[in-house]
């Protein structure tokens, strides 16, 4: 459907609606509503039932009921504040409709004496008597469709009253366009789809808010329709544009490789080839190498770069930050020290001279391999010939900037990801569906599992004793405190407790990192631990991801229930890195709940970041992935991947079919502009 003036009008502002001015607006923005669409994906959370009529012998208290009765007799009190109390009655008893604060006038207008009525109303107890005060919902009998009716529940926020915000609601319900189906008429027949509007009308007028109701997988099937469908437009235009194919011979880079002091596992290995192939190639390479912390892939990268440089191209590869930058600068240098390779490095750091001869060093080619940080995607940056950028540990990305990224390069620059984000696998097309994949799912032989063990907080002392042990061997140890609340000064205070409680035993030999560092300080204190002037790192936030520590081989997590297990798994990764074996001891605060044991003994006995992902997933939702937070997705308004499994596959499915056919149709414009999926779309 193509998107024009007239059935623009969803995606209009709020103000555009009757009712809603400057001020309501505000408030509707709280609750993430802008555009009236996005009224349309906020689902009533529950209903008032009114639709039935109850007999007064059949009241239940606290509930709001409907009744059908008779207007028997008034009682206006002459004492002010005391209520008037109207008794009515059905063929089975009396009740009592009770007015605070109203005019004898009105009640005798809307309950006329000795007429039938309809009223709704949560039904009370007060003095041997049923009764309704103020009823919401008062009738006579014969427009009983005013008050017996279905009521949507909406979650409300501040300056956001039920009836008002309905009343807004059902004003765009009432204007919904007619749009015609964009599914294939085989699945909206097999999955006994409603169309658009008829699903949309069922959530928020018939109680059909159901996760797994036909009505609301309709909708999560669009959504997810949609967003596969984005990613697989930009993934065929980035294929479009013709590159100039790398040359090169690979066994030159197996010099390079054979003289490491460790053999490739199989998965680096088809990882090299799947990237060789894609180098070669007149499509340019958008790929991603997903492995678990540890799995080797910055080594992938650099025999890439080394390929793409003897193909005579440069390289950039960018690291998240200066530590990872120089780590990687240094095995670089170490790899290929060697060969007449000219690498440098690049970050917020380097001084002004020094900068000014690398940019003129990469503008005349003289520079072919480049490591930095983000400050090597400059404006001012020119290359002379850039044929790959590599990017580490950039979880962050999400499709927008992976899109931005493979403009920069230009027509001729492949684009090289890599990701230790642990995701269900189940979700790879989801979150990279505009990218190829490389897995890399097993660890380097000399690598042993991690050992995960918890403890109950109270048992600490046997910790101490543990890295007394440890630090006797030279060994390094990771201990974090997560946040544990809210209250930055809280979460402070407590931090520095444990840091003086683990001081004490081990003097001058502990280093903390808290958020409320700067950046620089934090490097510094790295740098400490990374030069083993300190043993043991308290930090409160996530230590900084890829940075090898070879010589660190136990991490403490305390309040370990705070963390997902994915990113529990993540965190155990930083040690056990080198050839020792590795320990990981989760601390906890009190008796574990059942689940919470369960969860626990999902990473004692995997070491599959991939498997544990998929379980937490199952266990705790998919809001809560950090793949999901991380890859910088659009959230999804419905669809839930834990519950609509097969819809995903059904999408990916249908989606490969439409790829081979018409695919430029803009049938599916107004689908993707619902979702907010438009903006996604790449110009590359
Ligand atoms: P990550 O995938 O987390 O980026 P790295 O590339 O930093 O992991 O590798 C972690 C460690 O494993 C490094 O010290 C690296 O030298 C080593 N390593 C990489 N590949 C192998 C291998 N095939 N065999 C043994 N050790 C390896
Ligand atoms: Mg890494």
Not at 38 to 49: A, V
Not at 271 to 298: C, E, H, P, W
Request: a positive charge; hydrophobic letters at 40%.
């Amino acid at each position: 459907m193509i998107i024009n003036k007239k059935n623009n009008y969803l995606f209009s502002k709020v103000t555009n609606l009757k009712g809603v001015g400057t001020k309501l607006s505000k408030y509707l923005k709280n609750k993430k509503i802008e555009k009236i669409n996005d009224l349309l994906w906020d689902f009533p959370y529950s209903f008032t039932d009114r639709r039935s009529i109850a007999k007064t012998n059949e009241l239940e208290v606290g509930k709001i009921q409907t009744i059908k009765v008779k207007v028997l007799k008034y009682n206006f009190p002459r004492i002010r504040n005391l209520p008037n109390r109207i008794i009515c009655e059905d063929n089975c008893g009396k009740i009592d409709i009770v007015f605070f604060n109203s005019r004898e006038g009105y009640i005798k207008k809307i309950l006329p004496l000795n007429e039938m009525v309809i009223i709704s109303g949560k039904i009370n107890y007060y003095k041997g008597k049923y009764q309704i005060s103020n009823p919401e919902y008062v009738s006579n009998s014969e427009k009983s469709d005013f008050v017996q009716k279905l009521i949507p529940k909406y979650h409300l926020t501040e300056g956001l009253n039920e009836k008002s915000y309905r009343k807004i609601i059902d004003q765009v319900l009432n204007k919904l366009p007619n749009i015609s189906e964009w599914h294939d008429p085989k699945i909206v027949q097999k999955l006994k789809f409603k169309n658009w509007k008829e699903s949309l009308l069922d959530i928020h007028k018939n109680k059909d808010k159901n996760i797994n109701s036909t009505s609301f997988r309709r909708l999560a099937y669009d959504e997810i329709f949609a967003h596969l469908l984005i990613l697989s437009k930009n993934r065929n235009r980035i294929r479009k544009n013709k590159k100039k194919r790398k040359d090169f011979d690979e066994n030159i880079s197996r010099e390079i490789i054979d003289n490491l002091d460790f053999k490739l596992t199989r998965c680096q290995d088809k990882a090299i080839k799947d990237i060789n192939y894609d180098l070669k190639d007149n499509k340019r390479m958008f790929r991603i190498i997903q492995g678990d912390v540890g799995s080797g892939k910055t080594i992938v990268a650099l025999i890439s770069a080394y390929n793409v440089i003897i193909s005579n191209f440069q390289c950039a590869f960018m690291a998240p930050t200066e530590i990872l930058a120089k780590q990687h600068y240094e095995l670089a240098k170490k790899i290929f020290g060697k060969t007449k390779i000219k690498i440098a490095m690049i970050t917020g750091k380097t001084n002004y001279l020094k900068k000014k001869i690398i940019l003129k060093e990469l503008l005349n080619g003289d520079i072919q391999f480049i490591i930095g940080t983000h400050s090597l995607f400059q404006k001012k940056i020119f290359f002379k010939k850039l044929g790959l950028i590599i990017i580490d540990e950039q979880h962050k990305f999400g499709v927008k900037q992976r899109m931005d990224l493979a403009k920069k390069g230009g027509d001729n620059c492949d684009v090289l990801l890599m990701s230790a984000t642990p995701i269900p696998r189940t979700m790879m097309l989801t979150i990279y569906g505009d990218m190829d994949v490389s897995k890399i799912v097993e660890k380097p032989l000399n690598r042993k599992d991690i050992i995960t063990l918890s403890k109950p907080e109270e048992k600490l002392d046997q910790i101490i004793l543990f890295i007394k042990k440890l630090i006797k061997q030279k060994d390094q140890i990771f201990w974090v405190c997560p946040l544990i609340d809210e209250s930055k000064i809280l979460n402070y205070s407590s931090v520095i407790k444990r840091f003086k409680l683990v001081e004490k035993f081990f003097p001058n030999r502990v280093g903390l990192i808290h958020g409320s560092m700067d950046k620089k300080d934090k490097e510094d204190v790295l740098k400490e631990f990374l030069n083993k002037r300190i043993d043991i790192l308290l930090s409160t936030t996530v230590i900084e991801v890829g940075i090898d520590f070879p010589n660190a081989t136990l991490i403490v997590i305390e309040n370990a229930n705070k963390f997902g297990l994915a990113q529990l798994h993540q965190l155990r990764g930083r040690v056990g890195r080198g050839k020792k074996q590795g320990t990981c001891i989760l601390v906890f605060k009190g008796n574990l709940s059942k689940n919470a044991i369960r969860r626990i003994n999902i990473l004692k006995k995997n070491n599959d970041g991939f498997l544990i992902a998929e379980e937490d997933m199952r266990l705790r939702g998919y809001g809560d992935i950090i793949g999901f937070q991380q890859s910088g997705i659009k959230y999804f308004r419905i669809a839930d991947p834990v519950h609509h499994q097969d819809l995903f596959k059904l999408a990916e499915k249908e989606i490969s079919q439409i790829e081979k056919n018409a695919f430029e149709s803009n049938k599916f414009d107004y689908l993707m502009k619902l979702f907010d999926r438009v903006e996604l779309i790449s110009e590359v």
